[in-house]
T-cell receptor, first 113, second 114 residues
């Protein structure tokens, strides 16, 4: 049972435009959400996170939106750059001390010059 | 500040052997988590160590084990290797406190079982 789903395995966007990556989760106990970027043969790199008490968090070109009623979060990248081309994973965590992250299957973003 | 380091970066083993992977967390981080990434299963949580104690465990067989030392460095061990254990093994560290907290990942160890 996939508790975190990224239904789009790939996304192509023109340089300078907005990239929107989506993620759905089923476990209403999750209270902390993160986005990671991953290049081949490297570990995931943390991008941005959001707590369930917020509905938006912004960091430079990256903004994460959380819709708790829909159990949906999205990552917006504006403007998109060719260096953003990578696999993007969303991850969720239950409350408490546990560090266990549940990851989605990832979305390959390709930013075309 | 140095990031999470993992050794070795690449490893080739044969079925039935055992393997030990090492992870050094970011200085000051006391929590170390291990994940397995495979094409079929994606990124899956193995276990987490905090203050030398296993605090959380994923759904993996007992062949997968780990430990943490007093300096927060961690090792994971896989015994009686199977072909399906071929994967990228990732270690992540965090401070280990409560509340929202970010895990920072190392570059991973690529294990190939022949």
């Amino acid at each position: 049972d996939q508790q975190v789903k990224q239904n789009s395995p790939s996304l192509s966007v023109q340089e300078g435009r907005i990239s929107i990556l989506n993620c759905d989760y089923t476990n209403s106990m999750f209270d902390y959400f993160l986005w990671y970027k991953k290049y081949p043969a490297e570990g995931p790199t943390f991008l941005i996170s959001i707590s369930s008490i917020k509905d938006k968090n912004e960091d430079g070109r990256f903004t994460v939106f959380l819709n708790k009623s829909a159990k949906h979060l999205s990552l917006h990248i504006v403007p998109s750059q060719p260096g953003d081309s990578a696999v993007y994973f969303c991850a969720s965590r239950p409350p408490g001390s546990a560090r266990q992250l549940t990851f989605g299957s990832g979305t390959q973003l390709t930013v075309l010059p | 500040k140095a990031g999470v380091t993992q050794t070795p970066r690449y490893l080739i083993k044969t079925r039935g052997q055992q393997v030990t992977l090492s992870c050094s967390p970011i200085s000051g981080h006391r929590s170390v988590s291990w994940y397995q990434q495979t094409p079929g299963q994606g990124l899956q949580f193995l276990f987490e160590y905090f203050s030398e104690t296993q605090r959380n465990k994923g759904n993996f067989p007992g062949r997968f084990s780990g430990r943490q030392f007093s300096n927060s460095r961690s090792e994971m061990n896989v015994s009686t290797l199977e072909l399906g254990d071929s994967a990228l093994y990732l270690c992540a560290s965090s401070r280990g406190g409560g509340g929202g907290e970010t895990q920072y990942f190392g570059p991973g160890t690529r294990l190939l079982v022949l």
